[in-house]
């Protein structure tokens, strides 16, 4: 399968810093999305080490197999999965251990969101409340659980979906990267078929754009990359009262046509890289 | 206000509202809709709303409950269903808003925040048993622990019971689907499973499934029981304690 990418960042139109962080590492087709948090300039930190530490942990571990694996990450998954889960539990020690060193940084911490594709097998692992979401057969599903306040009482039964839209205390994390020595990291494996579309975002696309919006969004726009700047924008035009950022991948069939030799460089795309402050 | 009449030989022998404290169903007088006959035990089940949806619970009674007559440990009413103990069934009559009295309550209770915060564990245990208090008919739910189960009833597939662990379960001929459908002619994906944060909702893949023999149109809620059928397979979806 060809895997295209595509991501973008912006502050939207009340804060005056973006905490955000993602990156598309497409050798590996690995793509990861963090959103900070922390007085000061500090959410911008723990979101950029949280990222460099995952994407960093996965390179080294790509041409060293036998790489140490943090966390203990459960057996019955796949080697992938495994190595992706023991990357955010990395990150969560080095923003934990940074912030312990450097008295100013307390209390900072980040989500992660990261995907990992070989293949038609996709592993996710997951901390917080940014999301991943898959578009297929015009039906756009979450496949990550938000660990805030507010998604856990709908899954307890205490409020409903809609009042959860609603309530104030959406932004109560229950879990985060970097507040605590050891974090818990959900994990996710699935199997992916031509034509499907990845969505990972933080929470200001999903606080401001519908689920049907989003949907429609991508179904509109082919390209990935205007996909995403897309969807921002639909974020800001609503209030943008966070920080948004979107990575979106498309999924498709590699040609085998007989003319399909002709055709340069079809599986070559070079990495994009986004980082906070937009250097 | 939603209420339940329990019916006997075609006749309404007594009709009790639903409000937000829960009926309690059995052959003891002292419950809120007492059913005089030996097949009833004396706390035999209990309705209630969980958040918006109306729930029926056994409390582990000798002879069951049953919806629609499906035996049933825990299930979510609808309105029209009927609930069966013992000789007797009860009607319900879920055609007006559920009743939510504490909603005034919480929302003072919960103040306004922007910053992103994280809870630790002893906050986090705080904050969650104080709003299970405000939704006070919730706490007997919260103990128990349902496990969402696909009994194969018929058709071919590699397993005849699936647990659904996975926020997205498919079902096909795929090698990485969970369900996998063996067999010629079966599309990779013929349709999937997602677990959302208020339940299980079943969606069309390559097939349109059936959910109790209707064909569903977009993403439909699975309740405890239900039958889908799809790509020649015949499925229960049930909620294991």
């Known amino acids: ?279 | 206000m939603p209420k339940l009449s329990l019916m006997f030989e075609g006749k309404t022998v007594k009709e009790v509202p639903i409000g937000n404290r829960p009926i309690t169903i059995g052959r003891s007088p002292d419950n809120d809709l007492p059913v005089d006959n030996l097949a009833v035990s004396n706390h035999h089940a209990r309705v209630y709303y969980e958040g918006a949806r109306l729930v029926v619970e056994d409390l582990d009674s000798l002879n069951g409950t049953f919806v629609n007559d499906l035996r049933i440990e825990r299930a979510t009413l609808h309105d029209g269903d009927s609930i069966h103990v013992g000789k007797h069934y009860i009607k319900v009559d879920a055609s007006h808003d559920a009743p939510m009295p504490y909603d005034m309550g919480r929302k003072a209770a919960a103040p306004a925040i922007n910053e992103t915060m994280v809870l630790d564990t002893k906050a986090r245990r705080e904050m969650l048993s104080q709003a299970a208090a405000m939704g006070e008919r919730t706490q007997f739910a919260s103990g128990r622990i349902k496990v969402p189960t696909i009994l194969v009833l018929s058709g071919k597939t590699a397993n005849k019971e699936y647990i659904l662990t996975n926020k997205l379960t498919t079902i096909g001929k795929s090698a990485m689907a969970t369900v996998r459908l063996t067999g010629w002619f079966k599309p990779e994906m013929a349709a999937q499973i997602s677990q959302r944060d208020d339940g299980y909702y079943i969606g069309p893949g390559a097939k349109t499934p059936a959910v109790n023999g209707t064909p569903i149109a977009g993403p439909v809620r699975l309740n405890d029981g239900d039958l889908i059928e799809v790509s020649g397979v015949r499925m229960n979806f049930i909620f294991r304690e």
């Open chain 1, 1 to 279: 399968m060809r895997i295209l990418g595509g991501g973008a960042t912006d502050v939207g139109r009340v804060r005056s810093n973006n905490e955000d962080c993602f990156r598309l590492v497409q050798p590996l087709n690995l793509f990861v999305l963090s959103d900070g948090m922390g007085g000061e300039a500090h959410g911008e930190i723990a979101s950029a080490l949280a990222v460099e530490t995952v994407v960093k942990h996965c390179m080294e571990a790509d041409s060293n197999a036998s790489a140490p694996l943090y966390g203990n990450p459960p057996a019955g998954l796949s080697a992938q999965t495994k190595r992706l889960m023991s990357a955010v539990h990395l990150a969560n020690r080095n923003i934990y251990k940074s912030a312990q060193e450097h008295p100013e940084q307390a209390g900072m911490g980040a989500t992660l969101t990261a995907l990992w594709i070989s293949g038609d097998a996709l592993s996710i692992a997951h901390v917080g409340d940014s999301r991943a979401y898959l578009l297929r057969n015009g039906t756009l599903q979450q496949l990550t659980n938000d660990h805030s306040l507010v998604a856990e009482q709908v899954r307890r039964g205490i409020i409903s979906a809609s009042e959860a839209e609603q309530s104030e205390m959406q932004s109560v994390l229950l879990r985060a990267l970097g507040t605590q020595a050891e974090v818990e990291v959900d994990s996710e494996e699935q199997a992916l078929f031509a034509r499907d579309l990845l969505l990972l975002c933080s929470d200001g696309l999903t606080r401001m754009v519908t689920d049907p919006e989003i949907a429609g969004t991508l179904q509109a726009e082919m390209d990935p990359q205007k996909a995403a700047d897309r969807l921002i924008a639909l974020a800001n035009e609503t209030g943008g009262i966070d920080n948004i950022s979107v990575i979106v991948i498309r999924l498709e069939n590699e040609s085998k046509g007989w003319f399909s030799w002709l055709r340069p460089g079809g599986r070559k795309h070079a990495g994009k890289n986004g980082t906070a402050g937009g250097h």
